[in-house]
């Protein structure tokens, strides 16, 4: 079955990582084309990360850099990975290829510069995540203690990713924060976060939360980091499904996806060490739900919540 991914952090392995590290076959990458492949892996979103001790004023310039390993690293020597630019890319992929996504993990590369915000829509850029967990010039991240919610300049850059058709991602802000963008968000949504309810970890969400997402027509993207699934031991792929029934629960069938993490985590679920092994959690999915729910959560889900197609039904 095939597998869209609404995040991982490739691009920021292959940039700050030894020179070997190859986007084809690379061990030292969860996340890489012969991977992406047996895993039957559509569609990838690849975040631009840029690491908190990155001067202010480099923070542009890595993620420029990351970009243009998008294009060197991955698009030019894959000739099957397309790069999706708008949201109809995704209909136009062959059963062979896989579309590759550019999103921002972290506004805080553009200061407060709206230019460079129009240069990163322009460059392919389909979701934006404020912030990643501490604060910057656009709002509070889940881990900054004032607990703060979005600055004006968030305000507005929530208000252009709605121009933009483009998602908010709310998977690292605090709750304020969260809330600020339900306010104003068309297009919100967590790429990668699980269930609060289940594991009371900061970066998981309530079941409140949960519920305006899926009632603002957004989604869930289930993450595979041990800490967020369960509080210790080893941790399996039932424990993950426990995530995803609990959140059908609150009406969300029709709302999640699945968002790894991969390359951004060091920790793994046992049987789901990278995406060449995708296919196991389908098989474990198809156990619990029926086949049409598990194909909505592997790729149709996310297909349906494009903001396009959104803005048909308003």
Known sequence: MKIIDTHC?????LWGGPRKIRFSDSNELHT?????????????CFAIFVPAHIKTEQKF???????????????????????????????????????????????????????????????????????????????????EKRGAGLTELGKQIVILNNQE??????????????????????????????????????????????????NRNG??????????????????IGDLITHIDHFCSLGGV??????????GVELTIKDLENSSMYQNLINELLKHFKEEEVKGIAYQNFINHRPTMLENTR
């Open 61 to 143: 310039q890595v993620a420029l850099e990351q970009i243009d390993i998008f294009h060197t690293e991955i698009l030019a020597k894959h000739p099957k990975v397309k790069h999706i630019i708008c949201w109809d890319d995704i209909e136009n992929l062959k059963p062979d290829e896989i579309g590759g996504m550019l999103t921002l993990e972290g506004a805080d590369v553009i200061g407060n510069d709206l230019t460079k915000l129009r240069i990163l829509y322009r460059l392919g850029i389909m979701s934006i995540g404020l912030t990643w967990n501490g604060s910057n010039l656009c709002a509070d991240g889940i881990e």
């Open 219 to 236: 989604f869930v993207g289930i993450g595979f980091y041990p800490p967020f699934v369960k509080v210790d031991g080893e941790v399996s």
């Open 165 to 214: 058709l483009v998602w908010t991602d709310v998977s690292h802000l605090s709750e304020k924060s969260f809330w600020d963008v339900i306010d104003l968000a068309k297009y919100p949504i967590a790429s990668h976060s699980n269930s609060r309810t289940l594991h009371d970890n900061p970066r998981n969400l309530s079941d409140r939360q949960a519920e305006v997402l899926f």
């Open 9 to 13: 952090d490739a691009l920021v392995r």
């Open 32 to 44: 890489n084309f012969s991977r992406l492949q047996a895993g039957e892996v559509s569609l990838q």
């Open 254 to 263: 029709n709302h999640i996806c699945l968002g790894s993490d991969f390359d």
